[in-house]
């Protein structure tokens, strides 16, 4: 189902989406359209697009792109799936209700 939403190989056009996006959320999922994990949520953001697409865009970032590399650093993406989500170009973190085991 990922060839349903816009997928980001490039640094720079993560960066025109995340500045252009506004008064949107804006859901980015970093992961691989070859993951098993990563099409059952692409299946699922795919069929939400639609009702959400008044207030959320939804895109699909490669973590395999080589420029892609600096977000999955900078976000300390470890995990495959990850979602981020963004609003007004801001950075939402999100808070599960787990205690951090730092």
């Known amino acids: 189902m990922s060839y349903l939403l816009q997928t980001l190989t490039r640094k720079q056009d993560v960066d025109k989406l995340i500045r252009d996006t506004l008064d949107k959320v804006l859901v980015l999922r970093f992961g691989r359209a070859t ?7 692409d299946e ?6 639609r009702e959400v697409s008044k207030f959320a865009s939804i895109a699909l ?7 892609i590399q600096v977000y999955l650093k900078y976000f300390d993406i470890s995990l495959i799936p990850a ?3 963004f609003f007004n170009a801001h950075h939402m973190k999100m ?5 951090d085991k730092m």
Not at 35 to 41: F, I, K, N, P, S
Not at 61 to 67: H, I, L, T
């Open 35 to 41: 993951d098993v994990v990563c099409m059952q949520l």
């Open 44 to 49: 699922i953001l795919a069929k939400t697009v």
């Open 61 to 67: 970032v490669d973590v395999d792109a080589e420029e």
């Open 83 to 85: 979602t981020i989500f």
């Open 95 to 99: 808070d599960s209700g787990e205690i």
